[in-house]
């Protein structure tokens, strides 16, 4: 998976290079209200009209669910691509995306020149790999490039289906960061190797945490998921979220630490409060407590000011760290407190520093760390995936190098 030709492998003079991005953006009333996916994309797209290729561009937005629907067209990003590129996007609007005008602007391009296809799941076939979508959308391009890795964890016609049917298949400059970043993180790590996980559920991240302790030298366990570790340690944790079926499984994880030699730390101290808040930024009244104790009537929402410390040191002396999921319920700025501490080492510490999309992506950009990690990534689900060691198949279906 971390030796795939590139868009520096190939020639596109002359050819048509249809080009699968992440273009599912927030709109509000028509208009963008993020542009971050549309910058990252750049890169790649500027690349391929300078090589003197026709490029056609790709992408879903939200979940039609296989029909057209006006407020998820991706007629607006179009018009700021076209601003941000300082050349024409020609839309092409087809409600069966390779429809008429796809074909006609793409029988109509000339070199350099791009267009935008309508939003790949207006097809129900598109989520469901179905043969006769990804047929229509090789008809149009002699070159396929993914650089859309939020999606790399799904087998759609849009990343996998087409790129089976082109004889050149190849990876843009976004996905290959990933690919770099996330793939040597887990797989070649300068070490001292830190990872830290957080998030409500301990259910999503399973094999996450099962991989990681193998690759990793230490382990940061926070967030909601912390409870059901403290409890498998024999803790009351009072009211806070327990997945009750993975007790087990967290003994287990303590005992292949302790086996293979790994610290794996847990909070010492808990922020609590009588309940969660509601709506989510409200004031609420907190207190901090020791992790083994509780009351029976109170829930932990963040980690607290000792434990924030010890994970801050942890950081310190590493030389790799990958950070997936928050500390707590970050959105409310009294329990963010234990994700703010932990973003802040990483910010300065000399580590390569990555973060694993989603979550805490969302939190690190909104607490003003972003341009102090070496990686962010583009990709939540995908990422976690790849955390867990999976094969991407929207990764694995571009050529080998």
Known sequence: MLNKKSV???????????CRCDFNVP?????????????AALPTIKKLVADGGRVILCSHLGKPKGEPKPEL???????????LLGQEVKFAADPQVVGPNAKAAVEAMKDGEVVLLENTRY???????????SKDLASLCDVFVNDAFGTAHRAHCSNVGVAELVDTAVVGYLMQKEIDFLGNAVN?????FVAILGGAKVADKLNVISNLLEKCDTLIIGGGMAY?????????????????????YCKEMMEKAEKLGKQLLLPVDTTIAAEFP??????ISVEVVSSDAIPADKMGLDIGTKTAALYAEAVKSAKTVVWNGPMGVFENPILAKGTVAVAKSLAETDATTIIGGGDSAAAVNQLGFGDKMTHISTGGGASLEFLEGKDLPGVMAANDK
């Open 27 to 39: 709109l509000k009333e028509g208009k963008i209200t993020d542009e971050n996916r549309l910058v």
């Open 8 to 18: 520096d492998d190939i020639q596109v003079k002359g050819k048509r290079v249809l």
């Open 123 to 133: 097809r129900a076939e598109e989520t469901k790999n179905g043969e006769a979508f």
């Open 278 to 283: 509601s709506p989510i930024d409200a004031q």
């Open 228 to 248: 059901t570790f403290l409890k498998a340690k024999g803790y009351e944790v009072g009211t806070s979220l327990v997945d009750d079926e993975k007790i087990g």
């Open 73 to 83: 067209s991706l007629a607006p990003v179009a018009v700021r691509l076209s601003e």
């Open 188 to 192: 070649n790590p300068e070490r001292p």
